[in-house]
């Protein structure tokens, strides 16, 4: 046995390998997700013809459950990270998540089976491979962690640039059933890219983790407590716009195709994340100051969507949005790491993305019944925008609670390591 320390590499060719399989899970995962209005628009088809009543919140509440429950299940998926491990972690998330989608096939016409198989079953593994492939960064890389958390987190807008054109293809070409059956072998890709998610700390990790279940230090930083109330509350109409997109623009501009307004997204989003990840390695930007103005400008924006006279400025939206998006995305890591540290972050990020179901999980639903009441997406989209703009203004609170909190978990990670010499770690 030997005592080493373990700073994260910043480099080398594992380091680099981590980082291409963390941009394909994000991507798999949330190109998918992102996507789900090309499906909404046909699965919202099916129902009608099946005469099911509420057609358009039932197919939203599909996709909605599958992302609530990606983020309700991180605090789960958290502590099964630092239980069982990264690797093993994510390999059970892309069984569940490939089994979710390929069951689902077998249930297109009953949209009950459906909350249980495309929203629980995928939205299980979708989480458990998550959460861990955002951890696992933080073991890798340190002086250009935001850089590399906004690569990994721009894998979902490279995948949301191709996602609504592959899928419509499919969908087009083999129907709904067998549609799923192939994303569902897609997915299944995770369980080989959870190979690559080898910790360096791993023995640091499990020897902390059996003293307790829980990492209690993190809910002492009262920085971190604001953080994670106000970022839900913000998100209540965050996930309308890529729900509802594709159905409001066959509306409002029938001749024009609204998959176009997904790629606009997907394409600056990658940027923002990419250019925001870069600023946010730079100490004299402060992230959450950037997080702020993004919440604000992307609850403005959708709020523009409903008033928006022609297509072409809806595309500009769109492209604003995307990059804000981004910016947003990319922090969440950084974030975390500076408020509660290497050895918090792993259930910091997890809490919080729970926190975080509950409003990605209601809003689509409610924007849909709202508009089967109503029949239009005025009074959604409106609504939709209120909700980032009031948490944008109020993550403020956190600068009224001294700077130094966030140091008192983050001092702790620098323990020894202990390996075997030729151990696998």
Known sequence: MVDLECPPPDGGSRAWFVM????FVNGLIFGLMNCYSVIYERLQEELRNDNVSGASSKAALVGSLSIGTTFFLSPIAG???????????????????????????FVVHKVEGLYLTYGILFG???????????????????????LVNGFVTAGSSVFTMIMPFFIYYLLTTLGLSNTLRCLSALLACLTGIALLFKPTNQASIQKK????????????????????????????????????????VSIKFPKHDGKILVLCLGVTSGFGRLMFGRLADNPRFNRILL???????????????????TFFLLEGIALLMGIFDGCFISLLGPIAFDLTGHSGAGQAIGFLLGFCSIPLTVGPPIAGWLFDNYGSYDLPFLLAGIPPIVGGLAL???????????????EKEREVVTLTIDGDV
Not at 92 to 99: D, N, P, R, V
């Open 20 to 23: 291409l399989g963390s941009f």
């Open 79 to 105: 502590i099964l990270t630092d239980r069982i491990g990264v690797r093993l972690t994510t390999f059970i998330g892309g069984l569940f998540g490939a089994s979710g989608l390929f069951l689902s096939s």
């Open 124 to 146: 299980i593994g979708a989480s458990l491979a998550y959460t861990p492939s955002l951890v696992i960064l933080g073991h890798y890389f340190e002086r250009y962690l935001g």
């Open 209 to 248: 983790q059996m003293k307790s279940l829980f990492n209690t230090e993190i809910w002492k930083n009262k920085r971190y407590v604001v953080w994670a109330t106000v970022i839900p509350l913000a998100l209540f109409g965050y996930f309308v716009p890529y729900v509802h997109m594709v159905k409001f």
């Open 291 to 309: 997080q702020q103005v993004a919440f604000i400008i992307i609850g403005s924006f959708t709020m523009l969507i409903v008033i928006t006279p």
């Open 396 to 410: 403020s609170l956190i600068r009224c609670f001294p700077a130094d909190e966030e140091k008192k978990c983050p």
